[in-house]
Structures are given as structure tokens and as C-alpha cells.
């Protein structure tokens, strides 16, 4: 099949925007996210890709846990602040209302819920790392509509 179908098909895909946190004591960072999914009701579970080529992976793959931060429909600013590379020495989070979670990662305050996940496994997959965390925490933080790839925002190729 040709590849410009592929592609066509796998764009009608809708997800949720949610920025992942990972890391403690000033070694954190975020990243923004779409390939998010829950995987698991009991125990619940949800799992994440992350491009092999990310800075990210560096954190998550050294650290036990990770933090999904839902966003809230018009908090694209600041989807577009973790859609960002890391530059050398630079905190994303600097700046930014957090509190620690049980795993170690950051809760970003602003956002709209979160998951706390421990890293129960690992996989790799075509150019993607994938993590699956069990879920160990939960909480709503603010009030509002979640932000989705209807917004306009989608993971895409650069
Ligand atoms: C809406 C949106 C969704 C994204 N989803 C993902 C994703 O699911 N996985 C991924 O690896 N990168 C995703 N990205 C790209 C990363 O957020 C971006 O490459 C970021 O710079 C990585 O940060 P890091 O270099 O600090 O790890 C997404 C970007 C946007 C704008």
C-alpha cells in the first residue's frame, strides 16, 4: 500500500495532548504527548511512546516513574512549550507551579488532571521506546474540557 494512504488513514487517528513529566531533584523534564493510552483496567495501566531520538528517554529510562499531565482545551501554550527540545543545562519546567508526586515526577499544577504512573515495562518498537506505567495516583486539579488533537495540535513528523 502506498505510503501517502498510510499516512491518510493513520491522521483521521484522534488522541488526547497531555505533557509527560519525569525526573526529581532539578533533572526534570517534560515532554508533550499524544500516543498515550490506557492498556489495563486491573491493575490500571496506561502506556506511552516516546521517540527513540527524544532527550526524554534519557530520564525515563533512569528514573522508575513518570507523571501524565492531562491538559485543559486552551492551555496550548503550554503544549507548545514541551513540544520543544531540550537545550543543554535548560529546565522546560522552570518557572512553573509543581509538586512532587509518589513516583518522583513532577505534577504540573496548571493542568486540568494527572496520572502518577511507576514504569512497569519497557518496550522498543520501530523508532519508538515504549513505557508502560502502572497507575499509583490520580487527582483533578482544575476545571475544564481536555485537550485532544482536535485542537490542532498532532504529533507529527519533522
Ligand atoms: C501535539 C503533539 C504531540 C506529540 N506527541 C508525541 C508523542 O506521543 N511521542 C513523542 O515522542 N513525541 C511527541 N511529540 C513531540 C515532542 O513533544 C517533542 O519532540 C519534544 O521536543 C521532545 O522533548 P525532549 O527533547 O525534551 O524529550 C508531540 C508534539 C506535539 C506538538
Not at 519525569?22 to 533533572?27: E, L, P, Q, S
Not at 493510552?37 to 527524544?54: E, G, K, T, W, Y
Not at 513540544?83 to 505534577?107: D, F, V, W, Y
Request: aromatic fraction near 6%.
Amino acid at each position: 500500500m502506498a505510503d501517502d494512504k498510510i499516512k491518510e488513514v493513520l491522521g483521521k487517528l484522534q488522541y488526547n495532548v497531555a505533557v509527560v513529566t519525569v525526573g526529581t531533584g532539578g533533572a526534570e523534564n517534560g515532554l508533550t504527548i499524544s500516543w498515550l493510552s490506557q492498556v489495563s483496567f486491573d491493575p490500571p495501566m496506561v502506556l506511552i511512546a516516546v521517540n527513540r531520538n527524544h532527550y526524554s528517554n534519557l530520564h525515563l529510562e533512569g528514573v522508575g516513574g513518570f507523571v501524565v499531565n492531562l491538559l485543559r482545551d486552551d492551555q496550548k501554550e503550554l503544549a507548545g512549550r514541551f513540544a520543544r527540545q531540550s537545550m543543554e543545562g535548560e529546565s522546560k519546567l522552570e518557572g512553573l507551579g509543581t509538586q512532587e508526586s509518589e513516583s518522583g515526577a513532577p505534577i504540573l499544577k496548571d493542568a486540568l488532571a494527572y496520572l502518577d504512573c511507576e514504569v512497569a515495562e519497557t518496550a522498543e518498537t520501530g523508532d519508538h521506546n515504549l513505557f508502560i506505567g502502572k497507575v499509583i495516583g490520580a487527582g483533578v486539579l482544575n476545571e475544564g474540557a481536555v485537550m485532544t488533537s482536535a485542537s490542532g495540535l498532532r504529533y507529527g513528523k519533522s
